[in-house]
């Protein structure tokens, strides 16, 4: 069975920076693409970024582009979001998810991604 817990949000302030992690349990962790996405109140959920099984390739949202990395580690069966320069715009729950193909199918859409961590929040203050 596969299980995804995300771990990292908090509270910070406009400018700062928050490391997201996102473990995966079951096999064949380094088959599938990987992405992250978050929504906020009132908004639908959106693609933050995606990654390939094999972490050689990646994609963002415009909205974070140059401010957000993606990155896996294979070894450990985890994924990262390192956010940088974050804002108030950030804020939101954001969800980590495994795809069922080892590219980025259909992304920033979720009908590829089929299990869904609970979420980690993070909120940023102005």
């Known amino acids: 069975q596969v299980q995804v817990v995300e771990s990292g949000g908090g509270l910070v302030q406009t400018g700062g920076s928050l490391r997201l992690s996102c473990t995966v349990s079951?096999?064949?962790?380094?088959?599938?693409?990987l992405g992250w996405f978050r929504q906020a109140p009132g908004k639908e959920r959106e693609g933050v970024s995606c990654?390939?099984?094999?972490?050689?390739?990646?994609t963002y949202a415009d909205s974070v582009k140059g401010r957000f990395t993606i990155s896996r580690d294979n070894a450990k069966n985890t994924l990262y979001l390192q956010m940088n320069s974050l804002q108030p715009e950030d804020t939101a729950m954001y969800y980590c998810?495994?795809?069922?193909?080892?590219?980025?199918?259909?992304?920033?859409?979720?009908?590829?991604?089929?299990?869904w961590g609970q979420g980690t929040q993070v909120t940023v203050s102005s």
């Open positions: 998810a495994r795809g069922g193909r080892s590219y980025c199918a259909g992304f920033p859409g979720t009908a590829y991604f089929t299990y």
């Open positions: 079951g096999l064949n962790f380094d088959v599938y693409a």
């Open positions: 990654i390939i099984s094999s972490g050689g390739s990646s």
